[in-house]
C-alpha cells in the first residue's frame, strides 16, 4: 500500500512497508519551499518522483537514516540522525545513519556554504513526527484506544491507563498500513532529548580502527592505478611529450595525453609515481605567466581603476569625506592559499559501453556526474556515482577537475582506473583561494562618529571580493563599496568562508583602527553603529542587529573586555552563512614576544544540534582560520607555485594552538550554518589583540611575513 | 621482483615488489590494509605512521627492503584485536575525529609515544603530537585524548 501526502511546503512524503516486516518512510529531503504546490497523481508515484530520503524502522527495532550530503567532517551523518531520532523519540542506540547514493532527484545534494543543517531542518523533524504519528495510530488500533492517550519513549510507544507498551519495531509494520498525516506537530524544544546535547560521531569506530571508508581506500579487482602529469606552470600548455623511457619501466601499462595531461597508467601506486619522474615533457606559453611580485603590483594598480563595479552605495560619500574632520585609511592583502585537505584529490572511473561508474569523494556529486555525462556524451541515467567518505574538503571538492580526468582517461585506456593526485599534485594544482587586497577608508565628523565609510576590494579572479551589505553597511550614512577583478591562468575556487575568510580580518581591523582614531572602546563603536543601524538606518539592512548584538555584548561578558589585567584583548565579530560570531582575542607578552593565550568565541547559530560536533566546528573554525593567518602562503614565480608540500607549507600544529572556549547563545531560532562562520572573525580578534599588546599593526596575511611582527617573535 | 615476507599485526604477510616500495603502498596495494593513509609522501604530515617494532615510522618513505628479517610492524587495524585499545577507547570518549582521514596516524603516534615513555607529561604529548598534521585542527581533543588514555595505561 501506497499513501501519499502533500504539504503546502512541497514536502512528499511515501510509505511502503519494507520486505520482511518493518516501516519504510520516504520524503522529499530537498524540495524547494516553492509558494505554489505541485500536484502529483498517486498512481504516478513509483520511484521517479521527487521523494528521495528514507528512514526506515526494520522488524527488530533498527531504524536507518539515509543522508544525501557528502560527509567531509561537519558531522551531518550524527547530527541528520540525531534530528530525526528526536522527533521520533527512537531509542538512539538502534539508529543508524548510511551515504545515500547520488539521487537525480535531490536538489541540493551537496556539501558547501554551510548549508546542510539548516536546509535540512524541518524536513528532518518532518520524517520523525511523521513516523512517530504512524507508530502511535498502530498502537492505539492495536490495543483499541484513543491515539491521544498514547505517548512515545525511547522507540516504544506507551498507553499508561493499560500499562500496555509495545516496540516500534513491533509496530513498524502496522504503521506502513496507516494514512500519512496532513500535518504534524513539532516537539517543544524544552523537551528535547538529544538535540542540543553532545553525541557522539557514528562513524568513530570505523575511524579509529582503520577502515577504509575514503574514496583512496577503493580499490577493486582489474582496477589499475594512475598519476597524472600536469603543467607546473599556470599559463602554460604541452609542446612535446617523450614517455618512451617511462613506458618500458616495470608495472607501466600505458602513457597517454589529453588535453594538457600526460596519464600514466600502470599496476600500482609506487609503480606510476615513480615512472611519472622519466616521462619528458615541453611546454609553452598559453597564457599570461605570473608571479606573486606581479600580483602584488596588479592588486595595487587595481585599487586605483575607474573600472570599478559598484556594489552598494549609500548617501553621499564624496561630501562626507570632504566635510570629515578626520580620515582613516589602510589597506590589507592576503595571497592565495591551496585548501590542502588530508586525502588528496582521487576519484575511481570505470566507462563501459553500457555505462559509466563513478567513486570517489566529492562536495558535489550532482554537478560532477552532468559534466561527465556533457563530456563523455553519456546520458546521465547511465551514469552511477558512489559517494565516499571525503577526508576533509574545506572547498576544494566543490571543483570537479578530478572526476573528469578520471572519467575521460577510463574512456580512452577502457579500463576502471582510480586517478590520485599527490601533494605537490594537490598543492600546485590550482582552484586556490584568492589573492586579494582591500582599500579602506572611513570618515570621521568631528564627534568621532563614523560618517563616511569606503571598501574597494580588488581580487585576482574574485569577481565580487566584498560582502557589500554586511555589517558596518546599514550604521553608516554615506558608503560605498566597489570591486574591480584581474583575471589570471592560476584557477581560483571557493575556500573554507569564501571572501569572508579574509575580509573578515581585513574589516574588523580596520574597525578597530578607526574606533581608536575616534578615541572609542572597540566594543562600544561596534554597539553605537549598530544602535545607529537600528534607529535611523543607512538603507537596506541585511543582517539581524539584534543578533550581532547579543554576541557582542556576551563576548564582552564572557572575556571580561577591558578589565582583565596581564592580557591584551582584541575584539572581532563577524556575520556569515547566517550565523554570527564573536571572538575576544588574549595575548601576553614574554618579554617583548608576544603570544596568543586564548580565543574567547560566542557562536549563534541558533539551535545547536549536536553540541559535540558544533563545538568541533566552531573549535576547528578558529584554529584553521588562526593558523591560516598566522602561517598560509602560497607564492608563485613565473607561474609555478614555490610551495608545493608541507616541508614548505606550514599548516598550524599542535604546539601553536591557543587555547579555544566557546559559548554558544541559546535562543532556539531555526539553525544557521556552523561549518564556516568561526573562522572570519579570527584574524580580526587575533590582529587587534596583537596590535593592543605591541602597538603592531598587522594589515597582509600570513602574519609571520610582517617584518616588525617577525622581529618580536624572535626577541 | 623480490618477495618480502612481513610480520604484520601478528600475522605473516609476502609481498612481491620492487625493494625501493615504500611500506605504505604495500600495505595499501598489496595487502589490503587501508588504515594506514597517504598525505603528504615526505614524512612531514604523518598520516602514515605505523609501528616497526614499536616504535613510530613513516610508511611513506620507509622502503620495504629496509624491515629486516624478525621486525614486527603493527599498523591501525592490528593496534587492538576488537578496537579497544585505550587510545581507541578515548578517541572515541573525546569524539576527536572530524573528516577522520588522519587520526589512525595520529592514534599510532600516540601509541608510539606511550611505548616509550608510559606515563608521558603533557609537555611531551604535545611534543609526540606536533609530529602530525590534522587540517581540521582537532587538535584540542586530539590533546584531551591522548591525556586521558594516559591514565588508562
Not at chain 1, 298 to 314: F, M
Not at chain 1, 405 to 418: D, T
Request: glycine share 8%; charged share 25%.
Amino acid at each position: 500500500m501506497t499513501t501519499l501526502n502533500k504539504t503546502s511546503r512541497r514536502d512528499f512524503i511515501k510509505l511502503t512497508s519494507l520486505t520482511g516486516g518493518g516501516l519504510l518512510l520516504g520524503f522529499s529531503w530537498f524540495s524547494s519551499d516553492a509558494a505554489t504546490a505541485e500536484i502529483i497523481d498517486p498512481a504516478n508515484f513509483a520511484g521517479e518522483v521527487p521523494f528521495n530520503s528514507y528512514l526506515s524502522i526494520a522488524a527488530d527495532g533498527t531504524i536507518t537514516i539515509y543522508s544525501p550530503n557528502p560527509e567531509l567532517g561537519q558531522n551531518i551523518m550524527t547530527s541528520f540522525p540525531m534530528v530525526v531520532a528526536e522527533e521520533l523519540d527512537a531509542d538512539w542506540t538502534k539508529v543508524k545513519a548510511m551515504q545515500a547514493p547520488l539521487d537525480k532527484q535531490f536538489d541540493r545534494q551537496l556539501t558547501g556554504g554551510s548549508g546542510a543543517i539548516p536546509h535540512s531542518w524541518k524536513r528532518l523533524r518532518t520524517a520523525g513526527a511523521t513516523a512517530r504519528y504512524l507508530l502511535i495510530g498502530a498502537a492505539a488500533k492495536r490495543w483499541n484506544v484513543d491515539a491521544s492517550e498514547c505517548t512515545t519513549s525511547n522507540s516504544m510507544v506507551i498507553h499508561s491507563k493499560s500499562g500496555k507498551q509495545l516496540g516500534y519495531g513491533e509496530l513498524a509494520q502496522e504503521a506502513s498500513q496507516m494514512k500519512v498525516p496532513a500535518d504534524v506537530p513539532f516537539k517543544n524544544r524544552k523537551d528535547f532529548k538529544l538535540i542540543g546535547r553532545p553525541v557522539k560521531n557514528l562513524e568513530n569506530k570505523k575511524i579509529v580502527t582503520g577502515k577504509g571508508m575514503f574514496g583512496l581506500d577503493f580499490y577493486r579487482d582489474g582496477m589499475v592505478m594512475a598519476m597524472i602529469k600536469r603543467p607546473p606552470a599556470f599559463g602554460t600548455k604541452i609542446k612535446s611529450v617523450d614517455a618512451a623511457e617511462a613506458k618500458a619501466m616495470p608495472g607501466i601499462i600505458d602513457v597517454v595525453t589529453f588535453k594538457n595531461n600526460v596519464a600514466i597508467v600502470g599496476k600500482s601506486t609506487w609503480d606510476v609515481m615513480k615512472a611519472r619522474a622519466f616521462v619528458k615533457v615541453e611546454y609553452e606559453k598559453d597564457g599570461d605567466i605570473e608571479s606573486t611580485a606581479d600580483h602584488d603590483k596588479i592588486l595595487a594598480d587595481l585599487l586605483n581603476s575607474d573600472k570599478a563595479t559598484v556594489r552598494r552605495k549609500d548617501g553621499d560619500v564624496e561630501t562626507a569625506f570632504k566635510n570629515a574632520a578626520k580620515i582613516i585609511t589602510n589597506e590589507y592583502q592576503c595571497p592565495f592559499v591551496p585548501h590542502n585537505p588530508m586525502e588528496p584529490m582521487n576519484f575511481f572511473a570505470h566507462v563501459r559501453a553500457d555505462g559509466v561508474e563513478l567513486v570517489g569523494p566529492t562536495q558535489t556529486p550532482g554537478s560532477a556526474r552532468t559534466a561527465v555525462s556533457k563530456l563523455l556524451n553519456v546520458p546521465e541515467e547511465k551514469i552511477t556515482l558512489e559517494i565516499t567518505r571525503l577526508g576533509g574538503g574545506f572547498g576544494r571538492r566543490l571543483k570537479y577537475d578530478y572526476v573528469l580526468e578520471a572519467a575521460e582517461l577510463s574512456s580512452i585506456i577502457q579500463k576502471p582506473v582510480k586517478v590520485m593526485w599527490t601533494r605537490e599534485d594537490d598543492m600546485m594544482g590550482g582552484s586556490y583561494r584568492p589573492a586579494v587586497r582591500y582599500r579602506f577608508n572611513a570618515a570621521l565628523d568631528a564627534q568621532g562618529n563614523l560618517v563616511g565609510y569606503k571598501l574597494r576590494g580588488v581580487g585576482i579572479n574574485q569577481n565580487n571580493s566584498t560582502r557589500e551589505d554586511n555589517f558596518p553597511s546599514g550604521a553608516v550614512d554615506n558608503l560605498l563599496i566597489d570591486s574591480v577583478e584581474h583575471i589570471s591562468p592560476i584557477t581560483t575556487g571557493a575556500w573554507r568562508a569564501p571572501v569572508t575568510n579574509f575580509l573578515g580580518f581585513a574589516e574588523q581591523s580596520f574597525i578597530d583602527e578607526v574606533a581608536q582614531a575616534a578615541g572609542k572602546d572597540p566594543v562600544q563603536f561596534r554597539l553605537d553603529l549598530l544602535q545607529k543601524a537600528r534607529t535611523n538606518p543607512a538603507g537596506a539592512i541585511k543582517y539581524s542587529i539584534d543578533r550581532m548584538e547579543t554576541v557582542i555584548k556576551t563576548a564582552a561578558e564572557k572575556s571580561n573586555w577591558g578589565k582583565k589585567t596581564g592580557v591584551s584583548q582584541g575584539f572581532s565579530v563577524y556575520f556569515s552563512h547566517a550565523s554570527y560570531v564573536a571572538q575576544v582575542c588574549e595575548v601576553v607578552l614574554n618579554g617583548k614576544t608576544p603570544q596568543v593565550k586564548k580565543i574567547i568565541a560566542v557562536a549563534d547559530c541558533g539551535e545547536v544540534v549536536n553540541k559535540s560536533g558544533a563545538l568541533q566546528q566552531v573549535m576547528g573554525g578558529i584554529t584553521d582560520g588562526y593558523g591560516t593567518a598566522m602561517y598560509g602562503k602560497l607564492s608563485f614565480k613565473d607561474g609555478i607555485p614555490e610551495q608545493n608540500n608541507f616541508d614548505q607549507y606550514r599548516l598550524i600544529r599542535m604546539k601553536e594552538i591557543p587555547e579555544i572556549e566557546v559559548h554558544f547563545v541559546d535562543n532556539g531560532i531555526d539553525p544557521t550554518g556552523l561549518g564556516e562562520p568561526a573562522l572570519p572573525p579570527t584574524g580580526g580578534a587575533v590582529a587587534n589583540a596583537i596590535f593592543k599588546a605591541t602597538g603592531v599593526r598587522l594589515k597582509n596575511q600570513p602574519f609571520v611575513d610582517d617584518i616588525a611582527f617577525s622581529k618580536l617573535l624572535k626577541v | 621482483m623480490p618477495v618480502f615476507t612481513l610480520q604484520i599485526n601478528k600475522k605473516e604477510y609476502k609481498a612481491d615488489v620492487a625493494a625501493d616500495t615504500p611500506l605504505l603502498w604495500v600495505l595499501r596495494d598489496n595487502l589490503g590494509l587501508l588504515g594506514t593513509k597517504f598525505g603528504c609522501g615526505i614524512a612531514e604530515c604523518g598520516a602514515c605512521t605505523v609501528l616497526l617494532d614499536g616504535k613510530a615510522i613513516r610508511a611513506c618513505v620507509y622502503p620495504v627492503s629496509k624491515i629486516k628479517s624478525g621486525q614486527k610492524i603493527t599498523s591501525i587495524e592490528g593496534l587492538s584485536e576488537n578496537g579497544d585499545h585505550p587510545l581507541q577507547l578515548a578517541w572515541d570518549e573525546v569524539d576527536v575525529p572530524q573528516c577522520g582521514y588522519c587520526q589512525a596516524g595520529q592514534i599510532m603516534t600516540a601509541a608510539a609515544l606511550f611505548n616509550s615513555k608510559p606515563n608521558p607529561t603533557d609537555k611531551e604529548i604535545d611534543d609526540a603530537m606536533h609530529e602530525n598534521i590534522c587540517r581540521c585542527a582537532a587538535y584540542h581533543r586530539i590533546r584531551e585524548a591522548v591525556q586521558l588514555a594516559r591514565t588508562k595505561f
